[in-house]
């Protein structure tokens, strides 16, 4: 470089400076967006989301997502192109435009950078591994209950979530509900005495080893049926498992103890100051069974005998009084001067605003939400104690320290489940060893307590891979 070419004489500063002030100081046309106005947070304070599995329930939660102004939501994915379309129609007609990317596999969308959260609602057989893969990509959930199936799943779920830092909010909306909140502060403030025993609402906890006919298998751009059975064993494809029907069988469901002690339990647990921990033993009585906690707080899980106040009901009992309330938001209590100081009133069902709007804060300030992995699981694993007690038909005794129960082989084996691990998963969740299964008249079973030993990985002959039980 010459001199001639680095040289600035006066004339030219004094030209270049009137120039660039020009520039500096000429009226800048910056979008309302941009600066946070029109209702809408500015891009640092946005929080840019995506969607797994995203069906009737998940279609009313990211309603509500976005409609909180920090929201972005740029991406969906769904193993069937009916719901990838319609999600992506109503995330388009929301901000106008034809942005929302979508993807059969989850995996696609989980290699995005610009995402920071995930809403998670597929059914519950993909809901932990699902999670566990979106924690791993370094993402937020907020994932539908049941958040997993088996005892196994719960804690890995927790554990993950902790190793990599997530912040995760269950679907346990009431939570954050105002007549649930209510009942809460009853036991806490010490109005109901001494807290005696907690009751949870819980419904059928009968599920089936069978399968439905075998129909034609659409194409995997139309279904994707092979990623739809996801880590439970494979069966042939029916349409009717699209539509709900899923429910009641039990490689994807967890039955009524779970279904709706996922919820219901987690607020007993809450009431019980027991969030840590679990009942010691569980026995069962016909579709009810009674657990009882290390403090001497029974917990009972029944289907009946409720005063009405809608699903998903609860009940506090103390030396002094009882408090009782559902999803229609009307409490009841005795003695009558229990009753809430405020007005609540009676809804159609619970409003998940406030729990989603507590999600998105600890996104941002990284805190933990009421429904965090730790108090959820927990309370997933005192459901799951109490549906193999109920399967077994006699009383255990469980350890929730290390989530074994007491003297029983045969209970400890059913703490986990079959899974399966190549293709998708492998990819997604690459640490996890295969799951061995053992084929039963045709039909895949788990090898008993597999999975239960987690001080021993699973070593290659273990895991002989069976005849389509591929992802």
């Given at each position: 470089?010459?001199?001639?070419?680095?040289?600035?004489?006066?004339?030219?500063f004094l030209?270049?400076?009137?120039?660039?002030g020009?520039?500096?100081?000429?009226?800048?046309v910056?979008p309302?967006s941009?600066?946070g106005?029109?209702?809408?947070s500015?891009?640092?304070?946005?929080v840019?989301m995506g969607?797994?599995g995203?069906g009737?329930?998940?279609?009313?939660d990211?309603?509500i997502?976005?409609?909180?102004p920090c929201?972005?939501?740029?991406a969906?994915s769904?193993?069937?192109?009916?719901?990838?379309?319609?999600v992506?129609?109503?995330v388009?007609?929301?901000?106008?435009n034809?942005?929302?990317?979508?993807?059969?596999d989850?995996a696609?969308?989980?290699?995005?950078?610009?995402?920071?959260a995930?809403?998670?609602?597929t059914g519950e057989?993909?809901?932990?591994?699902?999670?566990?893969?979106?924690a791993?990509a370094?993402?937020d959930?907020?994932c539908?209950?049941p958040c997993?199936?088996?005892?196994?799943?719960?804690?890995?779920l927790?554990?993950q979530i902790?190793?990599?830092?997530?912040?995760?909010?269950?679907g346990?909306?009431?939570?954050?509900?105002a007549n649930f909140?209510?009942a809460?502060e009853?036991?806490?403030?010490?109005?109901?005495?001494?807290?005696r025993?907690?009751?949870?609402?819980?419904?059928?906890?009968?599920?089936?080893?069978?399968?439905?006919?075998?129909q034609?298998?659409?194409?995997?751009?139309?279904?994707?049926?092979?990623l739809?059975?996801?880590?439970?064993p494979?069966?042939?494809?029916?349409e009717?498992y699209?539509?709900?029907?899923?429910?009641?069988?039990?490689?994807?469901?967890g039955?009524?103890?779970?279904e709706?002690?996922?919820h219901?339990?987690?607020?007993c647990?809450?009431?019980?100051g027991?969030?840590?921990?679990a009942?010691?033993q569980?026995?069962?009585?016909?579709t009810t069974v009674t657990?009882?906690?290390?403090?001497?707080?029974?917990?009972?899980l029944?289907?009946?005998?409720?005063?009405g106040?809608?699903?998903c009901?609860?009940r506090?009992e103390?030396?002094?009084?009882?408090?009782?309330?559902?999803?229609?938001?009307?409490?009841?209590?005795h003695?009558?001067?229990l009753?809430?100081?405020?007005?609540?009133?009676?809804?159609?069902?619970?409003?998940p605003?406030?729990?989603?709007?507590?999600?998105?804060?600890?996104?941002?300030?990284?805190?933990?939400?009421?429904?965090?992995?730790r108090?959820?699981?927990?309370?997933?694993?005192a459901c799951?104690?109490?549906?193999?007690?109920?399967?077994?038909?006699?009383?255990?005794?469980?350890?929730?320290a290390?989530?074994e129960?007491l003297?029983?082989?045969?209970?400890?084996?059913l703490?986990s489940?079959?899974?399966?691990?190549?293709g998708t998963?492998a990819?997604?969740?690459?640490?996890?060893?295969r799951?061995?299964?053992?084929?039963?008249?045709?039909q895949?079973?788990?090898?008993?307590?597999?999975?239960?030993?987690?001080?021993?990985?699973?070593?290659?002959a273990?895991?002989q891979?069976?005849t389509?039980?591929t992802?």
């Amino acid at each position: 470089m010459t001199t001639s070419q680095t040289r600035f004489t006066r004339r030219r500063f004094l030209s270049t400076a009137v120039s660039t002030g020009a520039m500096l100081f000429a009226p800048q046309v910056v979008p309302s967006s941009a600066l946070g106005r029109d209702g809408k947070s500015a891009p640092s304070e946005r929080v840019v989301m995506g969607g797994i599995g995203i069906g009737n329930r998940g279609e009313y939660d990211l309603g509500i997502f976005l409609g909180q102004p920090c929201v972005q939501f740029v991406a969906a994915s769904d193993v069937r192109a009916a719901r990838r379309t319609a999600v992506k129609e109503l995330v388009d007609s929301f901000y106008g435009n034809s942005d929302c990317a979508t993807y059969r596999d989850m995996a696609d969308l989980l290699a995005r950078d610009d995402i920071e959260a995930c809403l998670i609602a597929t059914g519950e057989r993909w809901h932990a591994e699902a999670s566990i893969a979106t924690a791993r990509a370094g993402k937020d959930i907020f994932c539908e209950t049941p958040c997993s199936m088996t005892i196994e799943e719960s804690r890995r779920l927790a554990d993950q979530i902790a190793r990599h830092r997530r912040v995760f909010q269950a679907g346990t909306v009431r939570r954050n509900v105002a007549n649930f909140s209510v009942a809460q502060e009853l036991v806490r403030t010490g109005r109901l005495g001494q807290l005696r025993a907690v009751h949870a609402n819980t419904s059928d906890p009968t599920t089936r080893a069978v399968w439905l006919a075998a129909q034609p298998e659409p194409s995997p751009n139309e279904v994707d049926w092979n990623l739809w059975l996801g880590p439970a064993p494979w069966r042939p494809y029916n349409e009717a498992y699209l539509r709900g029907r899923w429910r009641g069988y039990s490689d994807f469901h967890g039955g009524g103890l779970l279904e709706w002690g996922s919820h219901t339990v987690d607020l007993c647990q809450r009431a019980n100051g027991a969030d840590d921990t679990a009942p010691i033993q569980y026995e069962p009585d016909g579709t009810t069974v009674t657990a009882v906690y290390g403090n001497g707080v029974r917990l009972v899980l029944r289907d009946q005998g409720w005063l009405g106040l809608g699903s998903c009901s609860v009940r506090f009992e103390g030396d002094e009084g009882w408090v009782e309330t559902g999803d229609s938001g009307r409490v009841a209590t005795h003695p009558a001067n229990l009753a809430a100081p405020r007005e609540i009133g009676t809804v159609d069902q619970p409003d998940p605003t406030a729990h989603i709007v507590e999600f998105l804060e600890c996104v941002r300030s990284r805190g933990e939400p009421a429904g965090n992995a730790r108090v959820g699981s927990q309370s997933h694993i005192a459901c799951q104690a109490a549906s193999i007690a109920w399967q077994l038909g006699r009383t255990l005794r469980f350890n929730p320290a290390t989530d074994e129960f007491l003297d029983d082989g045969e209970a400890n084996g059913l703490r986990s489940r079959a899974c399966r691990r190549t293709g998708t998963l492998a990819r997604l969740l690459p640490g996890r060893a295969r799951v061995p299964v053992l084929r039963v008249f045709g039909q895949l079973a788990p090898l008993q307590g597999c999975m239960c030993e987690r001080k021993r990985p699973l070593t290659a002959a273990d895991c002989q891979q069976p005849t389509k039980n591929t992802l």
